[in-house]
């Protein structure tokens, strides 16, 4: 073979070795497959997805605030409306208790005729009745101890057959509608030992 040959010959081996450096370059990865990325990928959805439901959890919160807060609006609403109209029935029947009063006193006249006291009787059973059936309650506290939230005290001496601290008389009754005080009951309260009746117990 020819010098001409044989270096044609060397040339060739050159470039087909470079070739082959090329390849065998490529096969190591340095330019990264879609295999490699895909990695990053997932960790970018990850983040993402973890972001949505931060964001749905604060929604969720601020949801249930503003539940809660609709809620106690919802309640004192139906408390004060509650109020206002017990404060209202209230103010009607302490105007009736007047006309408790006057058939009380015509019933304690003694110059009333017999057919007179018994209709004013009757009149004030119906009117006692229908306070009852409102939800009116009657302090009748004789006998019992005095209360100053409701009893009123006008008088305080020696009563017999009371003992100290009790409501030896009642001048006037009150009235409680529910949980309010329509008026304070009028007692005498005894202030000392009372001294036993004629039949040796106390009077009631």
Not at 18 to 23: C, G, K, R, S
Not at 47 to 52: F, G, K, P
Request: charged share 30%.
């Amino acid at each position: 073979m020819t010098a001409k040959g044989k270096g044609q010959e060397q040339d060739l081996e050159i470039v087909e070795s470079a070739a082959a450096t090329e390849e065998a370059a490529g096969d190591t990865g340095l330019e990264p497959s879609p295999a490699e990325a895909e990695p990053t990928g997932e960790a970018a959805a990850g983040d993402e997805l973890a972001a949505l439901r931060r964001e749905c959890e604060e929604l969720r919160q601020a949801l249930l605030r503003r539940r809660a807060d609709f809620e106690n609006y919802r309640k004192r609403v139906e408390r004060d409306r509650g109020t206002a109209t017990i404060e209202a029935e209230a103010g009607v029947l302490r105007q009736v208790l007047g006309t408790v009063d006057n058939l009380e006193r015509a019933l304690a006249a003694q110059d009333a005729g017999q057919g007179l006291r018994e209709g004013v009787a009757l009149t004030h059973r119906e009117l006692l009745g229908l306070l009852e059936a409102l939800g009116v309650e009657t302090l009748d506290p004789l006998g019992e101890r005095f209360d100053p939230a409701a009893h009123q005290a006008i008088l305080h001496e020696p009563a017999a057959g009371f003992e100290e601290g009790t409501v030896a008389e009642v001048y006037r009754k009150g009235f409680r509608y529910r949980d309010r005080l329509l008026r304070p009951a009028l007692v005498k309260v005894a202030s000392g030992a009372g001294e036993p009746d004629a039949a040796g117990g106390d009077v009631q």
